[in-house]
């Protein structure tokens, strides 16, 4: 846990100004992006403070899976069903703004604008799925 982590303090539920939203893992929570690119822009990050996706490895693959699996559910949950047109991935250093590992949840892809298609481009320099 780091205090000065604006994700961890979210998912120990001391950020009252930011509602978590229903996910069936207990070590993920899930919430809404401040800034939103799309109709449905989530977050879905670790209880665990972690770094950024440079510090994933191969034991992680599970994590990231059921970090996908919330996303989706997220998704459907809200009443979002095409799953084909959705964006899903992490920023690549250093263009991630809190060093705290977090997937973002984006739907539907296709009404992405201009500047949140290019910050949100798949695998390219900055964002990969």
């Known amino acids: 846990y780091d205090g000065k982590c604006v994700f961890c303090r979210i998912a120990r539920r001391e950020e009252p100004g930011t509602a978590l ?6 070590d993920l929570v899930c919430f ?14 670790p209880v665990e403070h972690m770094g950024n996706c440079k510090t ?5 693959i599970p994590l990231v899976k059921r970090m ?3 996303g989706k559910a ?7 069903s095409d799953l084909n047109d ?8 250093p263009f991630c703004s ?10 539907p892809a296709s009404q992405l604008g ?3 298609r290019l910050m949100y481009r798949i695998n390219s320099y900055w964002f990969i799925t």
Request: aromatic fraction near 10%; charged fraction near 15%; proline fraction near 7%.
């Open 21 to 26: 939203l229903p996910c069936q893992y207990e």
């Open 32 to 45: 809404r992006d401040i800034r939103p690119s799309a109709p449905h822009h989530y977050l879905v990050v």
């Open 56 to 60: 994933l490895k191969a034991e992680h």
């Open 68 to 70: 996908m699996e919330v």
């Open 74 to 80: 997220v998704l459907q949950k809200n009443n979002f």
């Open 86 to 93: 959705i964006r899903m991935g992490f920023h690549w250093p």
């Open 98 to 107: 809190i060093s705290h590992l977090h997937l973002h949840v984006l739907a």
């Open 114 to 116: 201009f500047l949140s």
